[in-house]
């Protein structure tokens, strides 16, 4: 396969196969890509490599049809049901409770009884095997439409993962990396039963916290055992009712959750859209809260680094210019950007090249990158202290399992060199060489694909709902896993896959599964692409911001004991 550099662009000439990119199929017209305005420095190449194509008119008129005729056969269903020509399999209030108020709504699990139903064989797969680069699969079978499930007793054996977050292949089973993790089981069990405030705190979780501050280069961290808790538990601790959290809309919902139980007043910005955020903080300055026009207690912007379903990454050079103007402060969520993304695998700060102690609070998990369970909370040593006291996750949640901990010290030391190997470097150079391939050959191929050339997270554009599920199955039929995701997880018009990246993935994998891709993009005719970048200002309008804006305000944490 012949690789030559144009335009600071990898052209593939030869495919696996022997084909010609020229002879791909591609369902529409391509035109030369256009670059989406001018723009010079880190920022505004970081940005350009984003794309978010927009799909002909057609597919959104197809795609809404295809919505249209499944409800109304839904209804019909109903209809059916109603006069007992079809068995009803849902849950029913019983006759003799027909007085009482409703348990259950029918109109609000609609969705689920008439479409989820039809197509659920492709979620919840049980995997038999450990979820690394490729895994085993139990076949099962459904004999009245998928409302139950039988197993064949067969397994579907090697099926390559392109659903897991295993960015960097740390989610294992060798025996040489794991020692230090079975000797810890050895010495502390696999439970603590009790919350580190009583008697849980072990030294190997302090040896864990001083580790991530180290990683991450700020002044102190804390960690906890379930990175969505880490989330939706830490967020009520800093931000109250008289405060306001400026929301990306494409934020997790564990961001939202926490969001909406601190009290405090939610506004909602465009995704990565820099003229939406500075003019909602604008107006927070000169408006106040409503009805008393008194100042905000606190503004925080609540950001993620790489967005989970767009792939996107955060326009956080930006972001923090506009912080420091208008004295606010910056939640950054790193669950998929920690260890993935950076020459070091610091993140998007390290992406950027920018100062940590710019960020005021630090989150991010150890699922993903690490191949463990939890998440962290890091920044100055004021947060920190503050939030060991105050926070519902570090008082009443059990403390992180010891094994789970080592996992995590022996991955993170290992992508920091300090087990005297180069393994965690090469693994983040092969994850960011994969990412890079995977995506070029998509383009090539003629999908629409979004987010930055940068994220191991890919979503192809499936659209219709017919095709979601069309292409999950092909692809399992060809033992490929991939994950298939639609309304309402995304806009109604907006089905895709999501192919999540690793450094554990070998060319030969990523040339199959594109192999595969190609044959039922075309099979399925999903090549929608017309290879011209969307123009959408809502995603790349550029700003003109002053990156070096001084700033002087007291501490995040001093404000949250107000």
């Known amino acids: 396969m012949a690789i030559t550099p144009a335009d600071g662009n990898l052209k593939l000439q030869l495919n696996q196969n022997g084909l010609r990119c020229e002879d791909i199929k591609k369902n529409g017209y391509h035109c030369k890509r256009e670059k989406n305005g001018p723009g010079t420095g880190v920022t505004s190449r970081q940005h350009r490599l984003e794309s978010f194509e927009q799909a002909p008119m057609y597919v959104a008129v197809m795609t809404y049809l295809g919505f249209g005729i499944v409800t109304l056969f839904g209804y019909l269903r109903d209809f059916l049901r109603a006069v007992?020509?079809?068995?009803?399999?849902?849950?029913?209030?019983?006759?003799?409770?027909?007085?009482?108020?409703?348990?259950?709504?029918?109109?609000?699990?609609?969705?689920?009884?008439?479409?989820?139903?039809?197509?659920?064989?492709?979620?919840?797969?049980?995997?038999?095997?450990?979820?690394g680069p490729v895994f085993d699969l139990m076949e099962r079978v459904s004999d009245d439409y998928n409302w139950t499930f039988r197993l064949t007793g067969k397994t579907i054996?090697?099926?390559?993962?392109?659903g897991s977050y295993n960015y960097l292949g740390f989610a294992e089973n060798n025996a040489d990396f794991l020692k230090t993790v079975a000797d810890k089981v050895y010495q502390y069990g696999v439970g603590v039963c009790s919350t580190r405030q009583e008697i849980g705190n072990l030294g190997i979780h302090e040896e864990l916290e001083q580790l991530v501050a180290d990683f991450l280069r700020v002044e102190s961290s804390m960690?906890?055992?379930?990175?969505?808790?880490?989330?939706?538990?830490?967020?009520?601790?800093?931000?109250?009712?008289?405060?306001?959290?400026?929301?990306?809309?494409?934020?997790?919902?564990?961001?939202?959750?926490?969001?909406?139980?601190?009290?405090?007043?939610?506004?909602?910005?465009?995704?990565?859209?820099?003229h939406s955020l500075e003019k909602m903080l604008r107006e927070a300055i000169c408006s106040g809260q409503p009805r008393t026009h008194r100042p905000w207690k606190k503004i925080l912007i609540m950001v993620e680094g790489i967005y989970s379903m767009e792939g996107s990454v955060v326009r956080l050079p930006e972001i923090i210019a506009l912080k420091k103007k208008y004295k606010a402060y910056l939640y950054l969520d790193e669950a998929h950007s920690i260890g993935a993304v950076g020459p070091t695998g610091r993140g998007v700060t390290e992406l950027f090249d920018l100062n940590p102690a710019d960020v005021d609070v630090m989150m991010g998990t150890f699922t993903k990158s690490f191949g463990a369970a939890g998440g962290y909370i890091a920044g100055k040593k004021e947060l920190v202290d503050y939030l060991r006291s105050h926070s519902h996750s570090g008082v009443y949640a059990s403390a992180m399992s010891p094994p789970i901990t080592e996992q995590i010290i022996r991955?993170?030391?290992?992508?920091?060199?300090?087990?005297?190997?180069?393994?965690?470097?090469r693994r983040i150079r092969q994850l960011a060489e994969n990412t890079r391939y995977f995506r070029a050959r998509l383009k090539e191929m003629g999908f629409i694909i979004y987010g930055n050339d940068d994220s191991p997270v890919v979503p192809i554009l499936l659209y219709m709902p017919g095709k979601v599920v069309a292409f999950s199955r092909e692809m399992l039929e060809r033992k490929i896993g991939v994950v298939v995701v639609g309304f309402p997880a995304t806009p109604i018009t907006e089905a895709r896959a999501r192919f999540c990246l690793s450094a554990a993935h070998t060319r030969a994998m990523l040339n199959q599964v594109l192999h595969h891709l190609n044959e039922v993009g075309d099979t399925l005719c999903l090549k929608f692409s017309r290879r011209k970048y969307s123009s959408c200002p809502n995603l790349y309008d550029e700003t003109d911001f002053e990156l070096?804006?001084?700033?002087?305000h007291d501490t995040f944490t001093s404000q949250c004991k107000n």
């Open 84 to 131: 007992g020509l079809e068995k009803c399999h849902v849950a029913q209030e019983r006759e003799e409770q027909k007085d009482f108020i409703p348990l259950y709504q029918d109109f609000e699990n609609f969705y689920t009884r008439n479409l989820y139903m039809r197509v659920r064989d492709n979620w919840n797969r049980p995997v038999c095997s450990l979820p």
């Open 157 to 162: 054996h090697n099926v390559i993962n392109m």
């Open 411 to 425: 991955a993170m030391k290992c992508i920091m060199g300090k087990d005297r190997s180069s393994e965690g470097i």
């Open 548 to 552: 070096t804006a001084d700033m002087t």
């Open 223 to 274: 960690t906890f055992g379930m990175g969505f808790a880490t989330n939706s538990m830490n967020i009520p601790a800093l931000v109250g009712k008289g405060c306001l959290i400026l929301s990306d809309e494409l934020n997790h919902t564990s961001l939202i959750l926490g969001a909406r139980l601190s009290g405090a007043t939610i506004r909602v910005f465009k995704h990565n859209n820099m």
